[in-house]
């Protein structure tokens, strides 16, 4: 049964330390995304690529997050220094783009930074 | 830019009875895809049921159907005879037939009263 995976489920983490939440998105899906989801501000898309591409970052801070693709069995999405706000489950999806169009959900990665 | 409004955040139902999610979008594109996710407790994202903005019949997934009125731009779901496993969030998605990127509503938390 093909997923999307993400690690790690869990994390909990000091203000200042760095995070890396990585996703392996199913086979022969071409565009992979990062969502983060908070209760104020519900699901926004931070990234995502299409053929290991960066094409939209535009919602990612800049100064602390990056999101990478290393080949296209992982993604990972890395916060440098964390800070409190930036506590949240964050989602990795993946999709094979139209004429489909939906996108498959990893079951996310819930950050706490204290 | 297109949006997506659920006007309801919240809503409950009772076992066994049916119950209507409203979504609403903006739009000037003609062709498009629609979308209804569930986010149980457990946090994943589980498509439900998606809709073609070309095809006119509604979709139908079990117990569950939407009322797509193209020209309204309202696209919403119907849960017929609910269960206690019912009880999530749900999100109402819209995405660009020439784009990868889906955009999310807000989400109506659905309870499921036995």
């Known amino acids: 049964d093909a997923r999307v995976t993400q690690t790690p489920r869990d994390k909990v983490t000091e203000m200042g330390q760095e995070v890396t939440m990585r996703c392996q998105p199913i086979l022969g899906h071409n565009t992979v995304f990062w969502y983060r989801q908070t209760m104020m501000q519900g699901l926004e898309l931070l990234a995502y690529f299409r053929n290991r591409a960066p094409l939209d970052d535009s919602g990612m801070p800049k100064d602390r997050f990056s999101a990478e693709m290393p080949d296209a069995t992982l993604a990972t999405l890395k916060i440098q220094p964390s800070e409190p706000r930036d506590s949240a489950v964050y989602f990795c999806a993946s999709g094979s783009g139209p004429p489909k169009g939906e996108l498959f959900f990893g079951e996310g990665s819930r950050l706490t930074v204290l | 830019a297109q949006t997506v409004t659920q006007s309801q955040p919240e809503m409950s139902v009772q076992e066994a009875e049916t119950v209507t999610l409203s979504c609403t979008y903006d739009?000037?594109?003609?062709?498009?895809?629609l979308f209804w996710y569930k986010q149980p407790p457990s946090r994943q994202m589980i498509l439900v049921i998606r809709q073609e903005a070309y095809k006119q019949q509604n979709a139908t997934e079990n117990r569950f159907s939407v009322n797509f009125q193209k020209a309204a731009k309202s696209f919403s779901l119907k849960i017929s005879d609910s269960q206690l496993g019912d009880t999530a969030m749900y999100f109402c998605a819209f995405g660009g037939f020439n784009t990868d990127k889906l955009i999310f509503g807000t989400g109506t938390r659905l309870q499921v009263f036995p």
């Open positions: 739009t000037s594109e003609n062709n498009y895809y």
